[in-house]
């Protein structure tokens, strides 16, 4: 079955980095474009990066720009998200969530299969 | 950005109800809105896309409406398994947003 599974969250100290993964399976991994969304404690979705299905192109919110790198390795149907200067406004649920379609530049589609999300937690 | 204004926040209601969420937007979104289901503790489901196609599988009781700037999701006779909050969000500008989420309580 199409799943997606996230790793690599756990506690990290203000300023540091930390690389989240995202390992696929159960779909033809490079044809789809990947987002990622992270959910802070108690409250809404965030949308924070998406790639496209060849990773040639890469959109992020305003709130990670700069911060934030998303890649992609198709040959090992694996997501990443790359966190530098970590705040505590970045301590969440983040989960990876395939689009239903590529991803071009101009548009993706919709969230069709989401994983269970992986926690990172930003404190001294 | 597209902001998205979700109301009302909560929604408490009987089973067999029918509930009414609704979703605005800032500026036009055309179609290119969905709508999502998140239970405690688990990850978001995606149950309606671009505003009113019906994931498969998803039970006919839930339907979207709308275009534009002003969107609905109705769930016509709610279920106890219907409770949870629902998200809006839309794909028509970058960056992709979220709408803040109506919890939907089953009394």
């Known amino acids: 079955q199409v799943q997606l599974v996230e790793s690599g969250g756990g506690v990290v100290q203000p300023g540091r980095s930390l690389r989240l993964s995202c390992a696929a399976s159960g779909f033809t991994f490079s044809n789809y474009g990947i987002h990622w969304v992270r959910q802070a404690p108690g409250k809404g979705l965030e949308w924070v990066a998406v790639?496209?299905?060849?990773?040639?192109?890469?959109y992020y919110g305003d709130s990670v720009k700069g911060r934030f790198t998303i890649s992609r390795d198709n040959s090992k149907n694996t997501l990443y998200l790359e966190m530098n200067r970590l705040s505590s406004e970045d301590t969440a649920i983040y989960y990876c969530?395939?689009?239903?379609?590529?991803?071009?530049?101009?548009?993706?589609?919709?969230?069709?299969?989401w994983g269970q999300g992986t926690t990172v937690t930003v404190s001294s | 950005e597209i902001v998205l204004t979700q109301s009302p926040d909560t929604l408490s209601l009987s089973p067999g109800e029918r509930a009414t969420l609704s979703c605005r937007a800032s500026?036009?979104?055309?179609?290119?809105l969905a709508w999502y289901q998140q239970k405690p503790g688990q990850a978001p489901r995606l149950l309606i896309y671009?505003?009113?196609n019906r994931v498969t599988g998803i039970p006919l009781r839930f339907s979207g409406s709308g275009s534009g700037t002003d969107f609905t999701l109705t769930i016509s006779s709610l279920e106890p398994e219907d409770s949870a909050v629902y998200y809006c969000?839309?794909?028509?500008?970058?960056?992709?947003?979220f709408g803040g989420g109506t919890k939907v309580q089953i009394k």
């Open positions: 500026q036009s979104v055309s179609s290119f």
């Open positions: 969000q839309q794909r028509n500008k970058w960056p992709l947003t």
């Open positions: 671009d505003a009113t």
């Open positions: 790639i496209s299905y060849d990773g040639r192109t890469q």
């Open positions: 969530a395939k689009d239903s379609g590529y991803c071009t530049a101009t548009s993706c589609r919709h969230m069709d299969v």
